[in-house]
Every structure is written in C-alpha cells, then in structure tokens.
C-alpha cells in the first residue's frame, strides 16, 4: 500500500486551532496516514522581527499535537539551516520515504503567491497540493494564477458556500481545494495580542499558551 503523507509548512509563530483544525479535517477527509509539521528556518517571505527561535517554534507545535497520534513535527528545516524552500524539502522527504505519495497542505493566502515560490513548477509535479480556504481569501482568485485550467466561475462555488472540495486533475499531480470549517485564527492576531496584553485563549492549545507565557514570547 502507498503511504499517504501529508505535509503543512509554515513559521507556526504560533501555531494555533487554524492550523491544527484544517490539517485534521484534511487528514480525515484524504484519508492521509500522517500529517508532518514542518517549521521553517528562515521564512523565506518574512523578516526576521517577532520571530522566536526555530527550536522555540518546534517546541510549541510539539506541545499542540501530544494527543494526536498521526501528527509528528520534523525538524529537518532547521537542521538544513538557510532558507527554508519547499521544493528541497520535499525532495528530501521523497528520498526519506520512497514510493509514498505526499499531499502538500497550504492556506489560499500561500496558494495564491505560489508563482513567487521557487522551482514553484517543478514542485507542482511532485507532490499534490491541497489548497485550504482561509478568511479574506477567495478561491475564485486562483483562475487568475493561470495554472490550473478550471473556470472562474466553478470556482466560485467553493466561495458561495456550495460546494465543500474540488479536485482538479488533468495536470501533471491532482490539485484539491478544501474549504474547511470557519477559523478565522492567524499567528499575526495572536502575537499581536499577546503583545497588547489581550487574551489568547481558546485560539491556540492551553499548553502553547502556557510555553508563550511562560517564555514571554511576542510580549
Ligand atoms: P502569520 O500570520 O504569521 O502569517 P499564519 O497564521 O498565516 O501566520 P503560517 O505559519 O504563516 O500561519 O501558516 C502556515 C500555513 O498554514 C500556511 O499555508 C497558511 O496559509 C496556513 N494557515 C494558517 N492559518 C490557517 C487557518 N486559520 N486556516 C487555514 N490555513 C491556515
Ligand atoms: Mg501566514
């Protein structure tokens, strides 16, 4: 039997519910064996303000998944060091794990910039995206990308609220759009509020926002 792996890349500074709900929804309905976090080291779109160390980063993601026994963090980010690209973690993730299919989990937000990403082409052939609605963000938006050939208005039912998941094949590695279940939750809000003294609760695991607090993190 293929493993099928799924993969969410990101800074997670914090992570939180948006991500966590959005990857477990999307394990259940791909019926994927494995949802791999993966920090960046250097976000490649990012300035380096705001940012904990990586190791802190890892850390937190390691507190929110104990109690979920098909998440795991990998730390092969860090380990290489630089910029963090996509494209040679997932070739280092096909020469880990041979023969297995891997689904690559990004929000609109990063899908819509895909085109800035590098070797973004090549990537697209060698792993499935799956593409997870976000607040502010429309799917329909992804006809202007020129990259997937599914009309505008197709797309547009996803935004409506009519249609859950599509699956765009036809390219050279299936695309599936997921709209998942509402959490209007970023990483941005929480740092800013932890930094306003406001409350974080309930956006994030108890234990992620014990390890903010207790390290005073964004304050
Ligand atoms: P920041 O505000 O610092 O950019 P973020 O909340 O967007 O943080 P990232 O670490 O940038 O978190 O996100 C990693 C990946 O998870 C990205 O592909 C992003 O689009 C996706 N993602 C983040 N939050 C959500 C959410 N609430 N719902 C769906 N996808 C999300
Ligand atoms: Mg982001």
């Known amino acids: 039997m293929t493993q099928r792996l799924g993969i969410l890349g990101g800074t997670f500074n914090p ?3 948006g991500h966590l709900a959005a990857a477990e929804e999307v394990r259940d309905r791909l019926k994927l064996e494995k949802g791999i976090f993966i920090p960046s080291f250097l976000p490649p779109h990012k300035s380096d303000e705001d940012i904990p160390s990586a190791v802190q980063r890892q850390e937190m993601i390691r507190l929110a998944i104990r109690g979920n026994a098909h998440f795991t963090v990998s730390d092969m980010e860090i380990r290489r ?3 963090s690209y996509t494209i040679d973690t997932i070739e280092a993730l096909h ?3 041979p023969g297995a299919e891997l689904y690559f ?5 990063s899908f819509l910039e895909i085109r800035t990403w590098k070797d973004w082409d090549r990537l697209m052939t060698l792993c499935s995206f799956v ?11 992804i006809a202007q990308l020129g990259l997937l050939d599914v ?3 197709e797309l547009s039912a996803l935004d ?5 998941q599509m699956l765009i094949t036809g390219e050279s590695r299936p695309v599936y759009l997921e709209r998942i279940p509402f959490y209007d939750i970023s990483s941005t809000d929480i740092r800013t509020r932890v930094r306003e003294g406001r409350s974080i609760k309930y956006r994030l695991p108890e234990a992620v926002e ?7 993190l964004y304050a």
């Open 105 to 109: 989990l990004t929000g609109l937000d």
């Open 151 to 153: 009309p505008e208005q």
């Open 210 to 216: 014990h390890y903010i607090i207790e390290n005073k």
């Open 95 to 97: 020469q880990a794990h």
């Open 131 to 141: 593409v997870l609605s976000r607040d502010g963000y429309r799917f329909r938006d």
């Open 15 to 17: 992570i939180h519910f």
């Open 81 to 83: 060091g630089g910029r």
């Open 160 to 164: 409506a609220r009519e249609k859950d």
